[in-house]
């Protein structure tokens, strides 16, 4: 069985985000970089499936400058056997269009049997890529599972709606499938996978080999939201905070009448 | 401009969405179609055209089948824009209509600016401006940043749409949400979690805030994804919809589902060691504290009165 796993590095959401000179995205300077979580429960399944399968190839991809290779190492960690890195400096100027015609370029003379990925990047948010890579690959797409087995060749999921309903659903691979928070709990890398990770098979392949497609998107802005007046901002002493606190719940609410 | 508004339904109702869809065309002064896989027993308030597939034929979940309906309505209607909410429904469907139109798709639009569409980015830190670059674009629609001021009214012209059974995806019926725990759409205060708690055994100050209060405590999901609070005390786009009196966010960011759920919550406190937090567009007062050291003294404070 072949299956491949696509993640994204992004900064830490607790971040300071600063526009850049461009005007185009964030300025990437002075952020800390993880594994975009949603991502972290789709490795974590395709290394559930590996395990459960037993003669599986996983491959991670990953799109981004060389800085994205330190996510793929712990892919790699936790049980992915191999890293596709897709070398594009440029690749947060991308829209999802255009890299899921990457991530497709590169899927589709492979034969791969499952394709996971997260159902939105953090940093985006757009929920558009895995669907557009099966869609491309020509293969059907479950989206938001919170639940996923597999057996014979067909998937059995449990997508996530809203109100805590869910719906059960099935198809039949190839498929790709967009992993949701909470769907497993991702294994943190141990330390001798850690080692053995460095010894992985890691290709790099330029972005232009892959004939990207341009974006069909143009970012006119990208700025802070506004501060629509908001609510009054506290500091100071824990102890003084809280006497503040509690005049403002006697004469704003009833909570303590 | 001509849009083309992709209503939802689910379970033999339609859901509530589609009012704000008519909103959004009417605030870019579009003319609207309106297309739902849905049935005649619960019909949108609309006065337009409403392209309507039978749900029983073309079935509840079965997302190629519907992009196939979709196209034939878009193919017929040549709007510039598909609308969509934002939803478990909407982010489905509208990948695969963009791409079958080559399409340009903006997701989870919260305003219209000079023209062009808002979107958040991480975490609604920052927005950005952005515009479709081919003649038709799909859109889909943060929840609540379009409520119409009134429900809308009117009565659609339904045209239907012939069903041709196909699809690449069973539909097996849906789960109802874990029934037992506690109505948190009842309490008048709560007190929430959030991952700023940091660990497990630090939910105990947040109940303690909440008895102190005599309210209940919640939890964001991410503090429910990592098993530190019952499913049933999840407060946010996929667990309960709360409107309490006081609503207390313990070390919670604001991330857009959890909003969703809580910010009509008639007052809302803050506890946050961030003061850039999205917690603090909806906050009345934001304390900007560890809540680790200043949750356990409000709670003795209160309890002392």
Redesign the interface.
Known sequence: MKILVCIKQVPDMESKFKVNAAGSWYEETDLAWRMNEYDEYAVEQAVQLKQQVGEADLTVLCIGSDRVKETMKKALAMGCDRGAHIADDESYLKDPYAIASLIAGFAKDKGFDLIFTGMQSQDRGSAQVGVLVAEMLGIPSLTTLVEFSYADGTINAKRELEGGIKAKISCTTPALVTCQLGLNTPRYPTLPNIMKAKKKEMISTPVAELSPEASLLEVIQVAPPEKKGGGLILEGDPADLADQLIKILKEKTTALA | MKTLLVAEY?DSELLGTSGELINFASQLGAESAMFLVGSENSLPDYNGKLYLADIGQAG??NP?QHKQLLLEVIEKEQPQMVVLP????G??L???I???L???????VVEIKDG?LV????????????????DISVVTLQGGAFTPMEDPSGTPEVVKVEVVAGG???????????SGGVDLSKA??IVSAGRGIGKPENLAMIENLAKA?K?EYGAS??V??AEWAD?SR?VG?????VTP??YVACGI?GAIQHLAGMKKS????AINT???API??V????????LK??VP??TE??NA?
């Open positions: 689910r509840e979940f190629s934002h939803s478990s429904y982010w489905d509208a990948p695969r963009a791409l079958a080559k399409a340009a798709q903006i997701s989870e062009n979107v958040p980015s991480c975490n609604s830190k920052l927005r950005r401006q952005v515009k479709a670059a081919t690449d995806i069973q539909f097996g019926g849906y789960e109802e949400a874990e008048e205060i209060l309210g999901r991410p429910v994804d499913q999840q786009t996929t667990g309960q919809t009196k006081l960011s008639e007052f809302v406190l961030d003061k850039d603090g567009e906050a009345d007062v934001l304390a900007v504290a560890d050291q200043l003294i409000l404070k209160l009165l």
